[in-house]
Nanobody, 120 residues
Framework: QVQLVESGGGLVQPGGSLRLSCAAS????????MGWYRQAPGKERELVAT???????NYADSVKGRFTISRDNAKNTWYLQMNSLKPEDTAVYYC??????????????WGQGTQVTVSS
């Protein structure tokens, strides 16, 4: 069984910064890709950023230049550094991992979500 535990959300003023963390634990053979998604009230869940095991990254246009995704393979943990936050970044943020339980068993897992509120 695999669990993803998020931390780091909260309330921040516009222009401020937050760092989200997602730690994976359990029967993990390897983690192929890691990512962050978000869902604002009344909206669909959307991709924020992804990173592969090799370090290739992908960002939503709305966060490019402001957010940075990174990972620590040794700790099975990945991060989302969010700078220059805007009110429109307010959402519940979910981490996502494509995790190998064995060489032939790949599954997707989600974190429980953490609230990020950008408001003055």
């Amino acid at each position: 069984q695999v669990q993803l535990v998020e931390s780091g959300g909260g309330l921040v003023q516009p222009g401020g910064s937050l760092r989200l963390s997602c730690a994976a634990s359990g029967n993990i053979f390897s983690i192929n890709s890691m990512g962050w998604y978000r869902q604002a009230p009344g909206k669909e869940r959307e991709l924020v950023a992804t990173i592969t095991r090799g370090g290739s990254t992908n960002y939503a246009d709305s966060v490019k230049g402001r957010f940075t995704i990174s990972r620590d393979n040794a700790k099975n943990t990945w991060y989302l550094q969010m700078n220059s936050l805007k009110p429109e970044d307010t959402a519940v943020y979910y981490c996502h991992g494509r995790i190998l339980l064995s060489v032939i068993d790949s599954r997707a897992y989600w974190g429980q979500g953490t609230q990020v509120t950008v408001s003055s």
